[in-house]
């Protein structure tokens, strides 16, 4: 809640004071609709005081309130600040004839629809309900208000279609709804050709075309379409008649068709966006021979041939995105031009161009992406030219040899990329040892020798698929910021430090697969609390698998979807290499993805049963090892799982039966082991194939070719622990009784034969049982 500030306050009641003195009051009725609107509310919160007789007096002294001089309320602005919490349905809007400017912005907790009585305001000029929750369609009644210049609906919940009369409104100079659900089709009916400057209905559902009669709104200078689902063609020459055009925006649509040669005519243009439509077909000449012209966006299209070489003869150009084409040429004199040049983007394109041929005197250019093309030849030296760099993207080109000493001022530089070419030789120091540096991409490449990194501020760091040879690790220094650490598919090798897990806090990414580690994992990776993603497999590793790693909590639970690396744009997002349900992919979107890759080493022991707590893990990879022992029965407690890889160990015992509670498992292989019993019923074990099971001898069931011997759903055939246990049993049984037998046996015969008397009394006792049974037997008839 807000704190009165006593100098406004003072003010505040002086002109309270001096409008009394002056006999100047708000109508009662004007007062009373107030109030009973406020009372509506049910949380009025600080407007329950602003708005008060007991403190204020006059209405026209309260918070957001401007009353004319006859007393009678004008202005209806509520600050942000002043949250309420409610609807306009008891707004009685009769009950201010007068009223010129109504403002409720940014109020999360304002819903309900607009009423229709709104039309009742015919001296409204600004009527401005943005950043609401309003719902339902807008009433049809907002084209009576024939005095509005400024209506602002956007970022509500609006729904149903523009009511076609709101652009015949002759004085309004503003409109905006974006941010809604609103659908249909742009109102085609312009009767009246408006003093509209500003038209924004991005950010909604709009379907159809883009209307010709547009062209009618020749005052025009903002026009935003973004964000809707329009089709079709840009009007071609309507577009060119809108002379007053300043801001273009049509992007992200389903556009279609040539960009028409009318739109470079536009004497007043300062920015075109087109970002993310299906537009074809070349780009006219004489786009960016405007004077005026500063940012164009032409990116995710199919535009084809020439990047014009107009585009900076205007000479105020800052912003140039055309990434996501098929321009197949880049003439070097096009950005001979460009000396106010800031960022430069047209990566992924089929430009083929000598590297050496393409920078020219760029003294404002901050950030280049040239990527994903055919770039080819030798890094030329821009040290002295581009001294204000500060990212550069050349990856997925063809540019080869070594990296010249200042082949860029490294002062500045924070995002240097050149993944994906067939550079050699040492990384140069300058890269490795730059204070400006935050991410280093260098993967893909043939570079043999790494000096000691030093760079202070390094956040990421990809070396991967290189040839490089040298002993890990080649880290010195504070390493806080660092998050990323891929040097995967080298030659490196020795132990993997203890030091890890406390010499990088915020560390969330480390892949060393495929290099020539030794020695066992150390435990203290456990201290790396921010880790979601552990790569170790193909390497010489050795030992159990540490129980510790159970104990990383961003593994506990599931990722964050609104984490993410990104860097200058949206376009450019941090990334990995990885072995992803069985094919290398490059994952873009990393803070998603958790899990644990220990695959293809010589590790022994039990799978530790805690690491079935790690409840985020999307995938768990313990491939072609030695582990022995079952599979641990929690394993269902991995909700996240959707992929398990387990083959080629020598794991025994039954499959447990929660593995078929995860319902998120789509990729499962267990094949190669020692594995017995009936697999499991359930959904998801179903999908599989029989390879996912192979080579387990003692399994059988569905998707198995071989029936198992009975008709239950769940057997077990297998000498596990407790049928250990049991046989244990047996075999102590049968020793007791042949231990009972020798004792009673000795003890018996011992006495017979260690005592004379006691052997004569049981021999003359025998004789005359045998007496008895001898008479009784001679009296039994026959």
Known sequence: MPHFKFPALFLLLFLCFFRTLNSISCTESEAQALLAWKSSLKDPGYLTQLWSYEIFGDPCCWEGIKCNEAGSIINLSIDPDYIIDGSLEKFNFSSFPNLTRLEVQHQQNLHGEIPKEIGILCNLQVLSLWGNNLTGEIPATISNLSKLTNLDLSFNQLTGS????????????????????????????????????????????????????????????ALYLSKNELNGRIPLLEIGNMTALKDVDFSYNNLQWELPASIAQLPNLHMLNLNNNQLNGSITPYLGNNSYLEAIDLSNNNFIGVVPPSLCMGGKLEYLWASNNNFNSLLPVTLKNCTSLEKLNLGTNNIRLDISQTFDVLPKLLYVDLSQNHFYGRLPILNSTLKQLVGISLEENEIYGEIPPGFVDMSQLAYLSLDNNSLTGEIPKEMTNSTALEFLILSNNDFLSLPLIQAPNLKSLHLSNNRLVGKFPFLQGNWTRLMLIDIGVNKIYGEIPSWIGSSFPNLQVLRLQSNQFYGYIPPQLSMLKNLHLLDLSNNNLSGPIPQSLSHMPSMIVKAASNQSYVYIDDEHKENVELTWKGEVVIYLTISLLTGIDLSCNSLSGEIPEDIMKLQGLIFLNLSRNQLGGMIPQNIDNLTSLEVLDLSMNQLSGTIPRGISHLTYLDTLNLSHNKLAGQIPSGPQLQTFNPSDFSDNDGLCGFPLPNNCPTNNTYIVQVVNNEAGDKKLEVIWVICSVILGFAIGFWVYFGVLFWKVSLRFAIFHYTDKVQDKMMEWCGRCPH
């Open 162 to 221: 523009i009511p076609s009369a709101i652009l015949n409104m002759s004085n309004l100079h503003f409109l905006a709804m974006s941010g809604n659900d609103l659908t249909g089709e742009i109102p085609t009916k312009l009767e009246n050709p408006s003093k509209l400057k500003q038209l924004d209905f991005s950010d909604n559902c709009l379907t159809g075309t883009i209307p010709r009669t547009i062209g009618h709104l020749t005052g025009l200078a």
